[in-house]
Every structure is written in C-alpha cells, then in structure tokens.
C-alpha cells in the first residue's frame, strides 16, 4: 500500500519527468541540440534543396549521407536540418547526371536555401530534323517554328522549319544575295510568325538590302524595288501590327503598310534625328543624335516624351538601344564598346557606363536582371533586389565567368539564374550564386565552334547545330532541363 510521502514522490517525478521532455522537445523543434563535447546547446540550421529534376536525389553533406532528410512536396524541395553552424561540402547526386557540388555555410537559426539547382546529364540524346547543310537559324516567336539560311554559291535560300512536324514550309530563293555578315543582325519574325524580314547583302556588290517573305502565299519583295531612300537599317516589325514594318534611313525614322501584291510603298514619318529605336509592351523608344532617350506609348509616335540623356563621344551614329520600359534601358555604343545603363529603381535612378569591351545585352523577361557581356567575360546586373537566396541588392553587378577563348550565344537559362553559351566547341552553363564556388558545367561538346544555341524555354528544347557521322550542318535538339518533378 502506497504511503502519502510515496505518492508525492510518484507525482513529483512525473512532473519533473514531464518539463524536462518538454523542453527537451521544444529545444529540438526550434532547432536547439546538445552537443556533448563541448556540454552546451548549440541552435543549429538547416538546408533547403530544390533540384531539377526532383526525383530519385541523393544529397550528401560531406560526403555522408544525413541523419535527416524530408521532402516538402508543396515547393517540390528537399529539407534537411540539425546542422551544426559551420562550412560543409553540399553534393546532389542522381544516376545519369553530374553531380553538383558547393561549399557552403549554414548559420544558427537559419535555413540556407538552393532553389535553382540544374543537374546535367552525363550524355543527351539527339533529336535530328530533316534540315541539313544550313548555316544558321532563328526562331519564331510560336515554339516550334524556325527560319533557317544555307548558301549555294550566289544563291541564297531561306528555309522555314516546322520542328514539331519535321518539314520545311516554305522556301524563299535569292540569286545573287547573301545574308548578311553583320553578326548582330538577325531574321526577324513578325509577331504571327508567319512574315519575315530578311537582312541581305548583294554578293557582287556586298551592297545592304532587306527582303520581306510571306509563308502564307510564298512571296517575298526586296525594299530596293519599292523604296528609294538611302542608308536604310533597321527594319523590324510593328509589334502589334503584322503588315506594318519601322525603318530607319540616314537618321529618320518611318513606318509603312507592306502588301506583297502592291508595287507602291508609302512611308510615314514617325521622328527625326534618330539613331536606334526599340519596342517593349509599352510603347516605342528612340534615341536621338544628341543622345536623349524618347518615349510614346503610342508606336505611331503621336507624342513622344524625354526620359533621361546619355553623354556619347561627338558624332556618334553605330548604337543599339535596347529597353525594357520607361525605368530599364540600356545602350551599347559599338563604334566603342561601351554599355550605358540607365535604372529608375525602387531606392534611386542609376545612370551607369561600362566600359568592358561590350559587344551583347539583354534583360531577363521580369526585368530585374542585365545581363551583358565582351568576347571573354560575362557580367549580370540586378535593376532590382533580388529576395530570394542568395540576395542581392538592386545596383549590384557581378562578374559571372571569364575565358581565355572567345564566347558566344550568351544568354539567360529557363530559370534566370543560370547563362548558358558557347566556348569553342562546347556548350557551358554557369549559376549566378556566388556562395562558395560557381558551379559551371559542359552540358555538350559538338563538331562546330560557337555554334548557334537557341534555348527553347516553354518546351524546354535546346537547338544547335550538328554534322557528325557524315551529316552536314544539320539541326538538332536534346531536352533541357529536365520537366521530371515529384508527381
């Protein structure tokens, strides 16, 4: 029979039995473990992995697999805790691929967070098209839609390639004509992705043309025969308009109604003394001869409004704007190589120049990111803060990665934290997270030096060139990144 002085003793040791398993739960849910050398508590952190592709991982911290290891399915991401507050050597494995590796940091209290990790595969399987011996191609804005340029002696022939299909649409013929030599202009589509404008050189007289090509009823003009203005360059398409194309000529800028059928071109002037135009979703920009930056929501150009001017040497005329809207611009004086920037953020307005030999550039589609680049080194800077790990502040600019060789086919991956380009005959892909280490991979090597690389992104296809085992310049793709998740 139990005595009252047993029964306290009972009761008192549940009791104390009880706070002392409760605060040792509690210390272990916030994150709290005793470490048993040094005899005190350590509040450790954790990791926050979120691979692509997502199944099958095997993550390592030091080589060893972890005590602990759950998958968050909501944020299809890998979560690993209890981590003593110091540097580790983080691997992500998986059969197939190479592994990715970085020494990290983690903090007390604090999750360290990879969101953006691209695993590439040890080899990729190619996808062939039947399109051979081409020099180049160019994308249509819809998926799956290319243009393609080869040259027969003086004949050059413009093939439109339905990837999806596998079959050539269209075949527009040149006699006499070349495309052009001048690296930084390209095919342009019309937004329908059925019209294109053809830059052209006259292969006896290396004299510049434009040509216009239908799919719908395969027909195209030359700009010559219907427009007698000298010097004209760049010409592009309304962007909302599919029969209307803007040229410049000298410094004037004009607009016109194209109809294949009409023999008569009327030209409209939009502005004068300009140099270099863009469009984005909000209108038209100009840049001017004394160097102002002009805006109108209308593209007809009804009412045009300065934004900010740069300082250019004197007499400058070799420029391209490129602009994401009224607070994201940038310039690049090629006559130079000089990149200037200017970025009304959410703390200042920036007025930068960059003089590092800059030769491309292009901002992400959510504008907080410029990337731009010289033959040998790629830089980004962030128009805006970027929260998520690891931060970066708006106004920062990061070297990304230098090379001896000269690079090509610079551009942003899917993800935006990621560039991919080409150096010499490889295919590279390099993270902007600087923690630790950068991690740059060779998704590919190929037959052909600076290869044209167009990255697909809604269908994740890569495209490239490729002539191997007796093909000649034909187009290829492989899948990247990999569309595996969780589910």
């Not at 272990?28 to 991982?57: C, E, L, R, W």
């Not at 075949?171 to 342009?188: A, Y």
């Not at 009412?303 to 004197?314: C, D, H, M, V």
Request: aromatic share 14%; glycine share 2%; proline share 4%.
């Amino acid at each position: 029979m139990k005595t009252p002085i047993t029964r306290r003793i009972f009761f008192w040791t549940l009791t104390i039995s009880y706070f002392i398993t409760t605060a040792a739960v509690l210390f272990f849910v916030f994150g709290y473990k005793h470490d048993f050398s040094s005899k005190i508590f350590i509040h450790t952190g954790s990791i926050s992995i979120a691979p692509n592709p997502q199944k099958n991982i095997n993550i390592l911290i030091n080589d060893k697999k972890p005590q602990s290891r759950l998958v968050n399915f909501i944020n299809n991401s890998y979560y690993i805790s209890g981590l003593h507050p110091r540097n580790y050597e983080i691997t992500v494995q998986k059969n197939g691929f190479k592994p990715w590796k970085k020494e990290i940091s983690v903090h007390s209290g604090v999750s360290t967070e990879f969101w953006n990790i691209t695993l590439v595969r040890n080899k990729y399987e190619h996808m062939l098209y039947n399109l051979e011996n081409i020099d180049q191609f160019f994308p249509a804005p819809k998926e799956n839609i290319f243009a393609a340029t080869r040259q027969l002696g003086k004949t050059l022939s413009i093939h439109v390639f339905d990837t999806e299909n596998n079959t050539s649409t269209n075949t527009f013929l040149f006699p006499k004509k070349e495309f052009t030599k001048d690296v930084r202009e390209n095919i342009e589509w019309a937004p329908n992705s059925k019209d294109l404008i053809i830059p052209l050189n006259t292969t006896e007289t290396t004299k510049k043309d434009y040509a216009i090509a239908y799919t719908k009823n395969d027909l195209h003009i030359l700009l010559s025969d219907h427009i007698s203005l000298p010097m004209i360059h760049n010409v592009r398409w309304d962007p909302k308009d599919e029969n209307t194309i803007y040229l410049i000529s000298n410094t004037s800028l004009f607009r016109t109604e194209i109809n294949p059928e009409e023999k008569t071109i009327i030209l409209d002037s939009v502005a004068n003394d300009v140099i270099a135009y863009d469009f984005t979703d909000d209108g038209i920009y100009l840049f001017t001869t004394d160097y102002r930056i002009l805006y109108d929501h209308n593209v007809h150009g009804t009412n045009f409004k300065e934004i900010t001017s740069f300082e250019l040497p004197k007499n400058t005329r070799d420029v391209r704007l490129i602009a994401y809207d009224n607070h994201r611009f940038s310039i690049i004086n090629d006559e130079e190589r000089t990149l200037y920037l200017y970025n009304k953020g959410d703390k200042s307005i920036y007025i930068k120049k960059f003089d590092t030999n800059i030769i491309g550039a292009h901002f992400s589609d959510d504008g907080k990111k410029l990337l731009f680049y010289s033959p040998f080194e790629i830089f980004v800077y962030f128009a805006r803060n970027w929260d998520a790990q690891p931060i970066r502040k708006e106004n920062e600019m990061h070297s990304i990665i230098r090379f001896s060789q000269p690079l090509d086919n610079v551009h942003f991956a899917k993800d935006y934290e990621h560039v991919m380009y080409t150096v010499g005959n490889e295919i590279k892909m390099t993270e902007l997270d600087y923690r630790g280490n950068r991690v740059t991979e060779t998704i590919m090597q190929t037959s052909e030096k600076n290869n044209t690389l167009i990255n697909k992104h809604k269908k994740n296809f890569l495209y490239f060139i490729e002539s191997e085992k007796g093909h000649t310049r034909q187009l290829r793709s492989i899948k990247f990144p990999e569309k595996e998740t969780f589910f």
